[in-house]
């Protein structure tokens, strides 16, 4: 007897320090969620940068945990 397949949405969240990932199904239950942080560089004081780099990877690691 053939069971229907559960259909997933992976949603990611990119925020000022960390990114956010959520494995949902098409009803709205939430199946999995994962973050892992976001490096924030100061080179001079009152001066903060990002290394898209980072937030590439970041949302990389919590895509494979969430799903």
């Known amino acids: 007897m053939a069971t229907a397949a559960t259909e997933y949405v992976v949603g ?3 925020g000022t320090g960390s990114v ?3 494995l ?3 009803q709205g239950h939430i199946v999995s969620t994962a973050s ?3 490096e924030i560089l100061e080179p001079q004081p009152d001066h903060y940068e990002q290394s898209s780099d980072n937030i ?3 949302c990389c690691k919590v ?3 969430s799903t």
Do not use: K, N, Q
Request: glycine share 0%.
């Open 12 to 14: 990611v969240d990119v």
């Open 20 to 22: 956010r990932a959520a």
């Open 24 to 26: 949902v199904t098409l």
């Open 36 to 38: 892992h942080s976001i």
């Open 56 to 58: 590439w990877e970041a």
């Open 63 to 65: 895509v494979r945990v």
